[in-house]
Nanobody, 121 residues
Framework: VQLVESGGGLVRPGSSLKLSCVAS????????MSWVRQIPGKGPEWLGT????????NYARSVEGRVTMSRDNTKNVMFLQITGLSTEDTGAYYC???????????????WGRGTQVTVSS
């Protein structure tokens, strides 16, 4: 199953973005999925996980309150909405197969190609 992210771009501080992740196969069969970001100069950061039916989510404390994950298995698409963007949110955002946590980032082989988010005034 391949994952393709979209929705990134250049935005001003304080803006919001909704990133999409489309799966090439049956998303429900993938099970839990996550979002990860890679900020320049830092290691990969797990942002959150959504379970297979979309009813349960866990978010990293660093972004909790600003991000919302959702999925529509009928359309094989998952979303990450981020509000209150700051320059510190600049980086590449990836959807991944499988769960993650603050201590465990899903392995790189499970990531999509990523979408770049740049926050700048």
């Amino acid at each position: 199953v391949q994952l393709v992210e979209s929705g990134g771009g250049l935005v001003r501080p304080g803006s919001s973005l909704k990133l999409s992740c489309v799966a090439s196969g049956d998303m429900f069969r993938i099970g839990a999925m996550s979002w990860v970001r890679q900020i320049p100069g830092k290691g990969p950061e797990w942002l959150g996980t959504i379970n297979e039916d979309g009813y349960h989510t866990n978010y990293a404390r660093s972004v909790e309150g600003r991000v919302t994950m959702s999925r529509d298995n009928t359309k094989n698409v998952m979303f990450l909405q981020i509000t209150g963007l700051s320059t510190e949110d600049t980086g590449a955002y990836y959807c991944t197969r499988g769960p993650g946590s603050a201590q465990t980032v899903p392995p790189r082989r499970t990531w999509g190609r990523g979408t770049q988010v740049t926050v700048s005034s």
